[in-house]
């Protein structure tokens, strides 16, 4: 089955500066992979997500990278502030076209924006 | 709110006890997901129903069964507790090929 890898597993910053977290899966028949944010207390919220046929995706702050080949995929997020401290969640899955597999996670990111 | 209720919010028991958490998938959506969610861990799949019939099966252990209904509520079943089980369990629902949208969780504390 899937199995995806997470790191690090805590990031401290600046605000203002840049936040990488970088994930690789394990099955090539992947072909779905989103971020999820999750806050203290609070459910897991999707902040941006990528298909396999698409190498990079941008959302204002937040932009994500895919390299199919490496099974590898980043989460950008540039310019942090205070409330992007949070849990964030790399997930894989395999989209069948009508009815989603299970997405499998990462162990989670705890970023932490210090002002 | 997401659309994804889950009920109850907080459940205290003793080990031993089986306890039901149940949820309701947002309007449309076919698929219910559970995960679980222990201390400072990520988030563990479970099980997965698609239109009442199970698709995929996770982590799951023995003592834990669910079921999706006719309505598409879903049931998650927890028996013979022991403190590990102790957890946020998520239930989460899709329409199909979209994003999983979470609810808020059930809090499960085992004495």
Do not use: M
Request: glycine share 8%.
């Amino acid at each position: 089955g899937e199995n995806v890898e997470q790191h690090p597993s805590t990031l401290s910053v600046q605000e203002g500066d840049s936040a990488v977290i970088k994930c690789t899966y394990s099955d090539s028949a992947s072909n779905y992979f989103p971020w999820y944010k999750q806050e203290l207390g609070k459910r897991p919220q999707l902040i941006i997500d990528i298909r396999s046929n698409v190498g990079e995706k941008k959302d204002q702050r937040i932009a994500v990278t895919l390299n199919k080949t490496a099974k590898h995929f980043s989460l950008h997020i540039t310019e942090t502030q205070p409330e992007d401290s949070a849990v964030y969640f790399c997930a894989a899955s395999l989209d069948y076209g009508g009815s989603q597999g299970n997405l499998i996670f990462g162990k989670g990111t705890k970023l932490s924006v210090k002002p | 709110d997401s659309g994804v209720t889950q009920t109850p919010k907080h459940l205290i028991t003793a080990t031993g006890q089986r306890v039901t958490l149940r949820c309701s998938p947002r309007s449309g959506d076919l698929s219910v997901y559970w995960y679980q969610q222990s201390l400072d861990q990520g988030l563990q799949f479970l099980i997965q129903y698609y239109n009442g019939e199970e698709r995929a099966k996770g982590n799951i252990l023995e003592r834990f069964s669910a079921q999706q209904f006719p309505d598409l509520h879903s049931e998650l079943n927890l028996s013979s507790l022991e403190l590990g089980d102790s957890a946020l369990y998520f239930c989460a629902s899709s329409p199909g090929a979209n994003v999983l949208t979470f609810g808020a969780g059930s809090r499960l504390t085992v004495l």
